[in-house]
C-alpha cells in the first residue's frame, strides 16, 4: 500500500492546499511541506528492509490490484533501488522548489502549491508504475500541473513556452501510448489476453522492423522529455520562462523521468532493437554533448545558459544508458542525482538573481561577488559541481558513464570527454561574466545594488543551498553508498538483455 | 401488439404524452417554471421507465422498431442528455418573454431522436430524422423575436433548415433506389437481397443508392466534405439548441448508423470501409485544421465535433459480429465519453450566457479562473476531456479507439489520429490560457454567481461524471461490454 500512500497524500495535501489558501496565503506552502516529509517519513519505512539482507533482492515493494480488468489493466507498483532514488531526489527537490517558490509566489499561492503536489504525485507514479497503462496514466498527468505553473507563474513569453512544452511531451506522449497500446495488442495475439503488464511484455516476441518501430515509439517519447539533441527545443524556453520553483522541478525531476523511462522500459522491452538502436543513439547523445555545450557558450540570458547545458548533461545520461552495461547504467544513475542536484541550485540561483536584478541578461550583471558574497560562492561552488569536478557528485556520474562508453564506443567516448572541456568554459565563463569583473547597468543602475537595497541569501535560502550541496559532497565522497542501492536492481535489468 | 411490447415502448410513449400535457399545460396557463419540470419530470419518468423494462429487453416492437439493450443505452443516454438540457434551459430561457414553447420543442426532438435510436427499419428511421429535425429548425430560431439575442437565429436556421432537407433528400432518393432494387425497407432483410443485388443486374442501384444514404448521414454526422453548415449552424443558435445538435444529435445519428452498417452487414465490405476511412480522415485532419484559429468557442467547439465523428467513425471499421470485437464498446465508451463532455462544455457556456448574451467569444472567458475558478474548473476538466487528457473519460475514449484502430491495423488512420490530437491540443489550450489570464477591468464581463442552484449541481454531477469514468471506466465497461455482446 505505501506507493498508493505516498501518492495520495500529495494528491491530498495538494487539494488542501489549493483549499486553504482561502484562509490564509501562507498557509499553503506550510501544507505542501509538510506533505512532502509525511511522503519522506514513509519511504524511509523502506531502509530498514533494505538492511536486513534484503539488498540482494530486486524488488522492495511490489504492489498489484486490479483495475480496469476489461484490457488486463492493474495497479501494479514497483519499488527497487532505481526507483528509490529517484523517489528520494524527487521528494527532496520537491521540498527545495517548495524553499524556492517561499518567498517568489505571494499571488494564487494556493493554486500553485496544488500544481507543485500533483506534479510531484505524477512524478511518484512514473517512478513506480509497473503497468504501462498506469506509467502512462502518470507520465501524462504531471504535465498538466507543470503547464499551468509556466503558463500562470512564468516570465513575460510564458504562453509561448507553456504551449512549446505542452506540445512537444503530449505529442511525443501520444507516440508512446500508441506504441503502449501496439506492444499489449500484440501481447493479447500472442498469448490470448490482453496486459500492460511490465513483465509479462518482455515476454512478447515482435519481429526486426516491427520491434524498432514500436521501440522508437518508447524512445522518441523519453528522448523528447530527457531531452535528447534534435527534440530539445522545448526545453530552453520551458526553463527560462517558468518560474524558479518550475525549473527546479522540470531540471531536477522531470527531465529525470524521460531517463527513468529509457532505463526501465524502452530497452529492457526491446532488447533486440535497442541493440541495433544503440549506435545511433550514443551518435546523437554525442551530438547533444557537444552541441549544446556550444550553445549555451552563445546565451545571454542566463537562464537559457543553464538549460542549454542541462541537454549537454542529458547527453552523458543517455550514453551510459546505451553503452548497457554496469559502469554505463551506474554512472548514468549518478548523473541523473548530481545533476539534479546541481542545475536546480543553478536554477535557485538564476531566479535568485532575476528576483533581485529583475533581469536574466547577463551583459546587464558584472562584479556581483562584493556584494553578494554568500551567492557568489554558492554559485562557484555549484558551477564547479556542474563542470565536473572531481570529489563532486557529478564526476563521478560522468567518469562512470565514460568508463561504461569506452567498453562500447572508443571514438564516440573520445568526443564525449570533449564535452567536459566546453563544460569548463561555460561555467567558469558564467562566473566570470556575473561576479567577477566591473559592474554594469542593472547592477548599478535602478536596480539598485550601489544603494543597498539588494540583499544577499537569506536564512531558508541558504538552508536550501546547504543541504544541495552537502548533497553533493555526499555522492562525490563516498558514491559506493548510491552505486550499492541501485546495483541489484540494475544487475536486474541487464541480466534481461544481455545474454 | 402485446402489453409487454407496450411497455417496452413506455419511454417513447412517456415523453410523447410530457409534450402533449405541457403543451395543454402552456395552453391554460404560461409559466416557465412549469413547463421546465413539466418536460424534465417526463423525461425523468421515461428514464425511470426504462429501469423497469430492462428485464424483458431484447425484442422486435411492430416491424420498425428493435428495442434491444443496444436501444437501451441509447435511450437511457438520449434522456439523460435531454434532461441535462431541460435544466440548462431554464436559467438561460428566464428572460425570453415566451420561453414555454422551448420545452415542448426539447421533448419533441427527444421523442425524435428515440425513435432513431430504436429503429431497425428505413420508414421508422426516417421518421426519427424528420421528428428531430424539424423540432430543432424551430429550436435554433427560437430566441427570433428579440433583437439582441443570438446574433444570427434566423440565419442558422434556415441554412440548416435547406441543408438538412437536402441530406433528407438525399437519404430518401437512395431509399428509393434501394427499394427498387429489394422491395423491402427492413435493414435487416436488406442484407440477405443485397447479396445478390450487389452483383446482380441493376447493381449500380444499389452502390449508387450506398452512396447517397451514406452521405446523407455523413450531412446529419457533419463529416468532410459535408460539415459547412456545422460552424454557421452552431453559432447562430441559442445555446441549449447547439447543446442538443452537438450531444443528441450526433448520439441518436450514431445509433442509427450502427444499426445500419451492423444489421445490413454493409460494415464489412471493403468498399464501405475505404469509404468511412476517407471520411474518418478527412474528418480528423479538416476538423482540427479549422478549429485552430477560431475564435468563437462554438465555432470552435462545432469543429472539434468534426473531428470527434471522425475519431468515433474509426471504430465504426472496428464493428463487426465477432464475439470479442472492440469496435461497438468502442464506439459507446467513446460516444458516451463525447456527449458527458460536451454536455458539461456547454453547461458552462450556458451558465455564463443567457439568452439576451451569448456569451460565446473567447474574450469572454478571459480571467475566468480568477472570477469563477468553480466554473473555469469545469470547463478546463471538459477541454481537456475533449483532448482526451488522462485522470478524464476522453482518455480512456481515446485509448479505446487506438486500440481499435491497431486491432484493425489501419495504420495511416493512426497517424492521422496522432495528427488530429496534436493539432488538437493547441487550440484547446489556447482556450485554457485565456481562462488563466489577469483580468483586464474594461471588458464587458458577464456576471456570474451562484444564484440558481440546480444547474450547478448538474455540472458538478458532469464533472464527477468525467473524472470518475476517466479514472474508473470499470464500471462503465462492464455495462458496454455486455451490450455489445447483446449485438451479436
Known amino acids: 500500500m505505501i506507493v498508493i500512500w505516498l501518492i495520495t497524500v500529495l494528491f491530498v495535501g495538494g487539494l488542501l492546499a489549493w483549499l486553504s489558501g482561502a484562509i490564509h496565503k501562507h498557509l499553503p506552502r506550510l501544507i505542501a511541506v509538510a506533505a512532502l516529509i509525511v511522503d519522506v517519513a514513509l519511504l524511509l519505512t523502506l531502509l530498514p528492509d533494505l538492511n536486513t539482507g534484503a539488498a540482494s533482492a530486486q524488488w522492495l515493494v511490489l504492489e498489484k490490484w486490479q483495475w480496469i480488468p476489461r484490457f488486463g489493466i492493474h495497479l501494479q507498483f514497483g519499488i527497487d533501488g532505481l526507483s528509490l532514488l529517484m523517489l528520494f531526489l524527487t521528494l527532496f527537490l520537491g521540498v527545495i522548489a517548495c524553499g524556492s517558490a517561499w518567498s517568489e509566489i505571494d499571488e494564487r499561492s494556493g493554486f500553485f502549491y496544488f500544481n507543485l503536489l500533483w506534479t510531484l504525485a505524477g512524478v511518484i507514479g512514473v517512478f513506480t508504475a509497473l503497468d504501462l497503462f498506469l506509467f502512462f496514466f502518470f507520465w501524462e498527468v504531471m504535465l498538466i500541473p507543470m503547464y499551468l505553473i509556466i503558463a500562470i507563474w512564468g516570465h513575460e513569453n510564458r504562453a509561448y513556452a507553456a504551449m512549446k512544452f505542452f506540445l512537444f511531451t503530449q505529442i511525443s506522449g501520444l507516440l508512446l501510448l500508441v506504441a503502449i497500446i501496439c506492444l499489449a495488442w500484440f501481447h493479447s495475439v500472442q498469448m490470448g489476453w490482453f496486459s500492460f503488464d511490465y513483465f509479462e511484455l518482455q515476454a512478447v516476441i515482435l519481429d526486426g522492423n516491427l520491434e524498432m518501430l514500436v521501440m522508437l515509439g518508447f524512445f522518441i517519447a523519453f528522448a523528447t522529455k530527457l531531452p535528447v539533441f534534435p527534440l530539445h527545443s522545448w526545453l530552453p524556453d520551458a526553463h527560462s520562462q517558468a518560474p524558479t520553483a518550475g525549473s527546479v522541478l522540470l531540471a531536477g525531476v522531470l527531465l529525470k523521468t524521460g531517463a527513468y523511462g529509457l532505463i526501465r522500459f524502452a530497452v529492457p522491452l526491446f532488447p533486440e532493437a535497442a541493440l541495433t538502436f544503440a549506435p545511433v543513439a550514443m551518435t546523437i547523445a554525442v551530438i547533444g554533448i557537444l552541441y549544446c555545450a556550444k550553445l549555451a557558450f552563445a546565451q545571454n540570458d542566463i537562464k537559457r545558459l543553464i538549460a542549454y547545458t542541462s541537454v549537454s548533461h542529458m547527453g552523458f545520461v543517455l550514453l551510459g544508458i546505451y553503452a548497457w552495461n554496469l559502469l554505463g547504467l551506474q554512472g548514468a544513475v549518478m548523473t541523473m542525482l548530481a545533476h539534479g542536484l546541481s542545475a536546480a541550485a543553478l536554477f535557485m540561483l538564476a531566479g535568485g538573481l532575476q528576483h533581485r536584478l529583475h533581469t536574466r541578461d547577463m551583459e546587464q550583471m558584472g562584479g556581483l561577488w562584493a556584494q553578494l558574497p554568500k551567492m557568489s560562492a554558492m554559485a562557484l561552488f555549484f558551477s564547479i559541481a556542474a563542470l565536473g569536478m572531481p570529489g563532486l557528485g557529478n564526476f563521478i556520474g560522468e567518469f562512470l558513464v565514460l568508463l561504461g562508453a569506452f567498453q562500447e564506443n572508443r571514438l564516440l567516448t573520445v568526443l564525449a570527454a570533449l564535452g567536459l572541456v566546453l563544460a569548463s568554459v561555460y561555467s567558469l565563463w558564467v562566473i566570470q561574466k556575473v561576479f567577477h569583473g566591473t559592474g554594469h547597468s542593472a547592477s548599478q543602475g535602478a536596480g539598485g545594488i550601489a544603494s543597498g537595497k539588494v540583499s544577499d541569501l537569506s536564512m531558508g535560502e541558504l538552508l536550501c543551498y546547504s543541504a544541495m550541496v552537502i548533497g553533493l559532497v555526499w555522492m562525490g565522497m563516498y558514491p559506493q553508498s548510491f552505486l550499492d542501492l541501485s546495483q541489484p536492481a540494475l544487475d536486474a535489468l541487464l541480466g534481461g538483455v544481455v545474454p | 401488439m402485446t402489453w409487454e411490447q407496450i411497455s417496452l415502448l413506455l419511454p417513447i410513449i412517456l415523453v410523447s404524452a410530457a409534450a402533449v400535457l405541457t403543451m395543454l399545460m402552456i395552453a391554460v396557463k404560461r409559466s416557465h417554471a412549469m413547463s421546465c419540470l413539466m418536460t424534465a419530470l417526463g423525461l425523468a419518468l421515461a428514464l425511470v421507465s426504462l429501469f423497469a423494462v430492462a428485464p424483458v ?20 443516454l438520449i434522456l439523460l442528455t435531454a434532461i441535462f438540457i431541460t435544466l440548462f434551459s431554464y436559467p438561460y430561457m428566464s428572460n425570453l418573454e415566451q420561453p414555454q414553447e422551448f420545452y415542448l420543442l426539447i421533448s419533441l ?138 450531444t443528441i444529435g450526433k448520439a441518436a445519428m450514431v445509433a442509427l448508423l450502427v444499426r445500419f452498417l451492423l444489421l445490413t452487414d454493409i460494415a464489412g465490405t471493403e468498399t464501405a470501409v475505404t469509404v468511412i476511412a476517407v471520411l474518418a480522415a478527412a474528418s480528423i485532419l479538416a476538423g482540427n485544421l479549422l478549429a485552430l484559429l477560431q475564435s468563437n468557442l462554438k465555432r470552435l467547439l462545432a469543429y472539434s465535433s468534426v473531428a470527434h465523428m471522425g475519431y468515433l467513425l474509426i471504430a465504426l471499421i472496428g ?170
Request: charged share 10%.
Open chain 2, 57 to 76: 429487453l431484447q425484442q422486435q416492437v411492430t416491424p420498425l422498431l428493435l428495442i434491444d439493450a443496444f436501444n437501451g443505452f441509447f435511450t437511457a
Open chain 2, 319 to 488: 464493428m463487426d459480429a465477432s464475439a470479442d470485437a472492440i469496435g461497438q464498446e468502442a464506439i459507446l465508451f467513446y460516444l458516451s465519453a463525447y456527449v458527458l463532455t460536451t454536455m458539461g462544455a456547454f453547461g458552462v457556456m450556458m451558465l455564463v450566457s443567457d439568452s439576451g448574451h451569448e456569451r460565446d467569444h473567447l474574450n469572454h472567458y478571459q480571467g475566468l479562473f480568477w472570477r469563477s475558478p468553480w466554473l473555469a474548473t469545469v470547463f478546463t476538466a471538459m477541454l481537456l476531456s475533449l483532448a482526451g487528457i488522462p485522470l478524464t473519460v476522453g482518455f480512456i475514449g481515446k485509448f479505446y479507439i487506438v486500440v481499435a484502430i491497431v486491432e484493425n491495423g489501419l495504420w495511416w488512420l493512426l497517424a492521422a489520429l496522432v495528427t488530429g490530437s496534436g493539432i488538437g491540443l493547441y487550440y484547446y489550450l489556447r482556450v485554457i490560457y485565456r481562462m488563466l489570464m489577469p483580468l483586464t477591468d474594461t471588458m464587458d464581463l458577464p456576471e456570474v454567481s451562484l444564484r440558481d442552484f440546480v444547474p450547478h449541481a448538474l455540472l458538478f454531477a458532469l464533472l464527477l461524471g468525467v473524472i470518475i469514468l476517466g479514472v474508473a471506466p470499470g464500471i462503465l465497461i462492464d455495462h458496454l461490454a455486455e451490450v455489445a455482446q447483446s449485438m451479436n
Open chain 2, 109 to 246: 426532438a427527444t421523442l425524435g431522436a428515440l425513435v432513431m435510436a430504436g429503429s431497425n427499419h428505413f420508414v421508422s428511421a426516417f421518421l426519427g430524422i424528420e421528428i428531430l429535425s424539424v423540432s430543432l429548425y424551430g429550436m435554433i430560431a427560437y430566441p427570433l423575436h428579440r433583437p439582441v439575442a443570438a446574433q444570427y437565429p434566423l440565419e442558422a436556421s434556415i441554412k440548416y433548415l435547406v441543408l438538412s432537407a437536402v441530406s433528407t433528400g438525399f437519404i430518401l432518393f437512395g431509399l428509393a433506389l434501394l427499394y427498387a432494387q429489394t422491395g423491402t425497407l427492413s435493414f435487416s432483410s436488406i442484407t440477405a437481397l443485397a447479396a445478390d443485388a450487389a452483383t446482380g443486374p441493376g447493381s449500380a442501384y444499389f452502390g449508387v443508392a450506398s452512396v447517397l444514404i451514406l452521405a446523407g448521414f455523413a450531412f446529419k454526422l457533419s463529416l468532410v466534405p459535408f460539415h459547412l453548415w456545422t460552424p454557421d449552424v452552431y453559432e447562430g443558435s441559442p445555446l441549449p439548441a447547439t447543446a442538443f445538435l452537438a
